[in-house]
């Protein structure tokens, strides 16, 4: 599949390829070819590594199939590894997460996504084992991340954007240093691109001015790509103010800081959002001066709530209090 997609293409020498892999069925011959292609980033998805939440959410794996991966793609070459962990899941207990994160940190990824549970069964259908009964309350979810945070950076790991931490030997946190970091769909890149080509079923394509999303099927994904025709179902074309949102947003998500002094970011965004960013204020996540917004210390913790704050077309479409709920 790699090869057909650059056959009729040159690769950049600066490209950079990755996985995600799953620690259960990645064999080294899996990572061996994967590098002879040209990838070197590898990500692991280990969420949780307490049995009772594993089974809950039918996501079982060990510490050694984990270990093991890690260990071969770095005596392979790979130059990256990330897990992804997540606080919020059914059933999650805050010595599950401790101790998760205590064994995750003898393993050394160079890059750790510490992401929010989703509860959205009627989207993933794995999600009716369990119900809402079975989440941690909105207190414990709380304390999950604030120490699950805390010991990620005593571990020496560093805040990078929303939701990730690196090591400081990982480009990603240079990255961040030098004012390079970007975001897209999936999720912060060192490497800064308008254009995002999703490729296969649900996937999201991005060409800034325009999103589009592909089929959730398979078998309908299939049938449309045999007949030629391109699998999107569902977009949105973006006019003068979303543009003019987008890179506020991208800027306080990737720099924590935005300012509206150029003609084209003049726009009344701020206006209709000036109350909201007031009350950010006074709790001490931003400072808000005449032309610009800057991040707090305290408020890097909060920036999914600082954007939404900003984003007019989901205030248009949803309540306050559905929208808090989603930043959770």
Known sequence: ?????????????????????????????????????GFRR??????????????????????KSVADVTVEARRIGYHSVNYDLIYGLPLQKLEGL?????TVTTLGPDRIAFYSY??????????RRYTEAHLPSPELK????????????????????????????????????SGRLHRNFMGYTEQSSRVLIGLGVSAISDCWTAFAQNVKTVEEYLKIVNEGRIPVFKGHLLNNSDLVIRQHILNIMCNGFTSWIQPQMQDKVFTDAKLRLLELADDGLIVLGQSELR??????????????????????????????????
């Open 1 to 37: 599949m790699i090869t057909g997609i650059t056959e009729y293409g040159s690769v950049h020498p600066e490209a950079e390829f990755s996985i995600e892999a799953h620690p259960n069925n990645t064999t080294t011959q899996h990572l061996e070819v994967l590098y002879r292609l």
């Open 98 to 102: 401790i101790s998760t994160i205590d």
């Open 118 to 127: 989703a509860h959205m069964p009627w989207v993933r259908p794995g999600q």
């Open 142 to 177: 709380a304390e999950l991340y604030q120490t699950g945070r805390d010991m990620l950076i005593n571990f020496g790991y560093a805040e990078v954007g929303m939701d990730h931490f690196t090591l400081a030997t990982d480009s990603l946190y240079h990255a961040q240093l």
């Open 42 to 63: 590898l990500s692991l998805g280990i969420q949780d590594f307490d049995p009772t939440v594993q089974f809950v959410i039918n996501r079982i794996q060990s510490v």
């Open 295 to 328: 991040v707090t210390i305290i408020g890097k913790r909060f920036l999914r709530n600082i954007c939404m704050a900003i984003d007019a077309r989901l205030w248009d479409l949803k309540t306050e209090d559905q929208l808090f709920s989603m930043a959770d």
